[in-house]
């Protein structure tokens, strides 16, 4: 198993631009999420899937954030338009929502690498 | 608002000796946590986990401890080794909700030199 891929590991981009960023999840899984990294805050969630279907977008910082699943492979994080604030590790990851710890419904996820943003 | 705290941005020991990372929640729904280790360029990885019927989990060198009336827990690392270097992270899950959501606190640098 590939484990979860995203695409690009690093952009560079100027402010104004249009970011999108790619994540593939590993197969079978169906609940997917994209988290934000900074130093101040840690990992902060900002939307997830299940089953295709966005559940919770409330950690969407702005309208200028978007994202999409169109299939259980493949999702989209867009910036539009980019900011210099907006730089920073972005996380895809996905899990089995039926397989839970203990059964509590608690998963653990598995993580891509990242997608190191910075926007000048 | 941040509904999971790690207050200590970073933490250095010495070979051999324990680390004790810290973590704080404030969500009194969140029945089960998670420990992630992080490298640089790397995703976070699954450590370690508890459930809130529990007060300890032991996993070799690592055991989560549970503070439920004081709403803590923390990680023991014992002995510590220079590979166990990376930024660890808390995480709370309010499982019976059934999201799969994970809350993550803000990560603790660990430095565990030779």
């Known amino acids: 198993d590939a484990g979860v891929i995203q695409s690009p590991r690093h952009e560079v981009t100027e402010m104004g631009q249009e970011v999108t960023l790619r994540c593939k999840p590993i197969?079978?899984?169906?609940?997917l999420f994209w988290y934000r990294q900074t130093m101040m805050r840690g990992l902060e969630l900002l939307i997830y899937?299940?089953?295709?279907?966005?559940?919770?977008d409330s950690g969407m910082p702005e309208d200028r954030f978007s994202a999409k699943m169109p299939n259980a492979s493949f999702s989209t994080l867009k910036i539009q338009p980019s900011e210099p604030r907006d730089s920073a590790v972005y996380f895809c990851?996905?899990?089995?929502?039926?397989?839970?710890?203990?059964?509590?419904?608690?998963?653990?996820?598995?993580f891509g690498a990242g997608s190191r943003l910075t926007v000048l | 608002d941040q509904q999971v705290k790690q207050n200590s941005p970073s933490l250095s020991v010495q070979e051999g000796r324990i680390s004790i990372l810290n973590c704080d929640y404030t969500?009194?729904?969140?029945?089960?946590f998670l420990w992630y280790k992080k490298y640089p360029a790397e995703g976070p990885t699954f450590l370690i986990s508890?459930?809130?019927?529990?007060d300890k989990n032991e996993d070799g060198r690592f055991t989560v401890f549970l503070n439920k009336s004081a709403k803590h827990l923390s990680l023991h690392i014992v002995p510590s080794q220079p590979g166990d270097s990376a930024v660890y992270f808390c995480?709370?899950?309010?499982?019976?909700?059934?999201?799969?959501?994970?809350?993550f606190g803000q990560g603790t640098t660990l430095q565990v030199k030779p």
């Open positions: 899937f299940n089953n295709n279907v966005p559940i919770d």
């Open positions: 995480a709370a899950s309010a499982g019976s909700s059934n999201t799969g959501k994970l809350i």
């Open positions: 969500n009194s729904m969140f029945d089960y």
């Open positions: 990851a996905s899990s089995l929502k039926s397989l839970s710890l203990e059964g509590t419904g608690a998963n653990v996820l598995t």
């Open positions: 508890i459930s809130s019927i529990k």
């Open positions: 197969s079978g899984h169906n609940s």
